[in-house]
C-alpha cells in the first residue's frame, strides 16, 4: 500500500481503531482533518500515511489526555513528541499523588474519625533563633496564592543575593485566614545575614527568636486543600500539649519546590508557641 493512497473514512477508521463517531469529533477539532472531501457526495478520503498518527490519538486518548494536549503531541516534530507525552505524564502523576493524600483525607472525614489524617503527621518541636527578614505582603485570594508566593520569593531570593545570599529558608506566614470570605494578608519572607542586609532596597523586619512545633510534608501534600490537614495535626498537637500558638502559622520551604518530586519532602508547616 502506497503512502498517498487515499483511504475511504471507513477504512481509515477500521484501519486506525477509531469508530466513525471519534473520526467525525477529531476533524471537528481539526486534529484529524480529510486530505480530500469530495464536492458532490461529501465523501470523506485519508492518506494511508495518517494511519500511524490516528492510531497514536487512540494511545493517547487512553492516557486521558485533553484533546487540546492530543493536538500539542500531533504538532510537535517527531523527534519531540517523547518529551511533549513525558511532560503531560509528569504532570499527571503529579496530580494523582496529590489526590491520593486527599483521598485518604477525605475517608477520614467520611468515616467519622476527625482526627484520623492529622495524626498519621509527625509533629516535632524546635528552636528558631531571632532573624532578619525580607519581606512581601498582601491580601490574596486562594487563586491568587501559589503564583504569588512563587513570584515573591524568586524576587526576595534575588535582592538577597546582593547581600551574601539567604541566610535560612524562605517561609510563608498567615496573617488571617486565605478563602473565598477571607483575603489573609500573607507575609513571604526570607532570612538574610543582618550587617549586610542593612543597606538594601527591601521591606525586612526582625522575626523574634521563637520555640515551634511543625510537621513535614510532601509536595503532593502542599496542593490545597490538603495541606490543610498538616495545620490540623500542629493545632490538634497544641490542643493536647496544653499549648498555644505565640504567633501566626507559616510554611517553611526548605528545599527546590520545582525541582522536586510529588513524594520529596519541601515544606514543614509550622506554628511559634
Known amino acids: 500500500m502506497s503512502d498517498d493512497e487515499l483511504l475511504t473514512s471507513g477504512e481509515f477508521s477500521r484501519r486506525s481503531r477509531l469508530s466513525p463517531k471519534a473520526l ?131 524576587r526576595l531570593y534575588e535582592k538577597a543575593g546582593g547581600v551574601g545570599g539567604a541566610a535560612a529558608p524562605a517561609f510563608v506566614v498567615y496573617h488571617g485566614e486565605v478563602n473565598h470570605e477571607s483575603d489573609g494578608p500573607v507575609e513571604v519572607c526570607l532570612p538574610v545575614a543582618g550587617a549586610a542586609a542593612r543597606g538594601i532596597d527591601a521591606a525586612m523586619r526582625e522575626e523574634p527568636a521563637h520555640r515551634e512545633a511543625y510537621v513535614r510534608i510532601t509536595k503532593a501534600q502542599v496542593a490545597f486543600p490538603q495541606i490543610l490537614s498538616a495545620f490540623e495535626a500542629v493545632a490538634c498537637w497544641l490542643k493536647e500539649e496544653g499549648l498555644t500558638s505565640s504567633a501566626a502559622p507559616r510554611e517553611v520551604y526548605f528545599a527546590d519546590f520545582m525541582a522536586a518530586g510529588p513524594d520529596d519532602e519541601v515544606c514543614d508547616v509550622a506554628f511559634p508557641m
Open 24 to 154: 467525525r469529533l477529531y476533524e471537528q477539532q481539526g486534529l484529524l482533518v480529510p486530505d480530500e472531501v469530495d464536492a458532490a457526495n461529501r465523501y470523506r478520503r485519508y492518506r494511508a500515511d495518517r494511519l500511524d498518527d490516528a492510531r497514536l490519538v487512540v494511545w493517547l486518548r487512553r492516557l486521558d489526555m485533553p484533546l487540546a494536549e492530543v493536538a500539542a503531541v500531533l504538532a510537535a516534530p517527531a523527534a519531540e513528541r517523547s518529551e511533549v507525552v513525558a511532560a503531560f505524564w509528569a504532570a499527571a502523576e503529579e496530580r494523582f499523588a496529590e489526590r491520593r493524600h486527599l483521598a485518604g483525607h477525605v475517608m477520614d472525614l467520611v468515616s467519622g474519625h476527625r482526627g484520623g489524617y492529622a495524626m498519621s503527621h509527625t509533629v516535632l518541636t524546635r528552636e528558631v533563633p531571632e532573624q532578619l527578614v525580607l519581606t512581601e505582603q498582601r491580601h490574596i485570594t486562594p487563586e491568587e496564592l501559589p503564583e504569588w508566593i512563587g513570584a515573591a520569593m524568586g
